[in-house]
């Protein structure tokens, strides 16, 4: 499905509610979406030792966090270099020559925005290509308010979609997952449960759970997620660009994020 304007979204959801597969689905039903993510931004930019990645080594080496500052780099640094940000005023002007357009585009310094906040909200901030072919989903941040107003003026998110899934019926999947660690195969008591209780119908051997299935580890993620969750919701419900969808399974949530996403982004394509 093709999209009529640029989608620039975040997706928002608790652990275990299948945002990832949502994610991938929506991947794969509009090919014109991307995927930018702040770790895999994180982890390319350490490995290829770029300015940034090598600054960002040293910070994770000493045991700090990485700022989000520089997060916010990353992630402005890879919009620009897809040409999907442009200086503040837009795209440069047609009168230039297409090469000094093109060194224009290239000087265009989205650091300094970081550096000094207070430019981005004085002065004109950069502007986000509205070009549908400029449709990503932002993984990994911002994950709490604070970071979404930073993010605010700088690439304005246009929808923020709040997974909903009642935390009994997480918990029941979580608790009805079993895997064959070898082998890697799922098993759930519900759907698909193994032969023989407890073990794997391969093998036989007995079935374990994963670390992230522990019900324990489960809630205390969850208590975290909607300590930072919350505000952040918040804030993007002031901006009118929060829309929650609910629904018990992944199958039964996509129909619904996908029409809401055509509505919103293909109609008149
Ligand atoms: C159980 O497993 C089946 C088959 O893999 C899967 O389709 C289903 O979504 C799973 N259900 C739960 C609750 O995990
Ligand atoms: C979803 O699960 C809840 C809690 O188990 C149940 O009350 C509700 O009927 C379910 N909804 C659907 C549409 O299956």
New binding site residues.
């Given amino acids: 499905m093709r999209l009529s304007k640029a989608a620039r979204i975040i997706l928002v959801g608790a652990p275990g509610v299948g945002k990832g597969t949502q994610a991938e689905r929506l991947l794969q039903r509009f090919p014109q979406l991307s995927a930018i993510s702040s770790g895999d931004l994180l982890r390319d930019n350490v490995k290829n030792q770029t300015p940034l990645g090598i600054k960002a080594e040293s910070t994770m080496r000493s045991g700090a966090l990485v700022p989000d500052a520089m997060i916010l780099r990353l992630i402005l640094h890879e919009l620009k270099t897809r040409g999907w940000l442009f200086p503040p005023g837009g795209p440069t002007p047609m009168t230039l020559s297409s090469a000094s357009m093109y060194a224009a585009q290239e000087d265009f310094d989205t650091d300094s925005f970081v550096e000094q906040p207070s430019l981005a909200y004085m002065s004109a901030p950069p502007q986000t290509s509205d070009d549908p072919s400029a449709s990503f989903i932002l993984d990994g941040f911002p994950r709490t308010a604070g970071q979404a107003s930073q993010l605010d003026n700088l690439i304005p998110i246009n929808l923020v979609v709040s997974l909903k899934t009642?935390f009994?019926?997480i918990l029941e999947r979580i608790a009805g997952r079993w895997v064959h660690a070898p082998s890697g195969r799922v098993y759930n008591t519900t759907f698909n449960a193994p032969k023989v209780p407890g073990k794997d119908d391969v093998t036989g051997e007995p079935l374990t759970k994963r670390s992230d299935d522990d019900e324990q580890t489960w809630k205390t993620r969850l208590r975290k997620f909607e300590e930072t969750s919350e505000p952040l919701l918040e804030h993007y419900d002031r901006k009118g660009v929060l829309w929650t969808v609910e629904g018990?399974s992944s199958d039964?949530i996509s129909p619904k994020l996908y029409d809401e996403f055509e509505r919103r982004f293909a109609t008149g394509a």
């Fill in positions: 009642p009994e019926v018990n039964e």
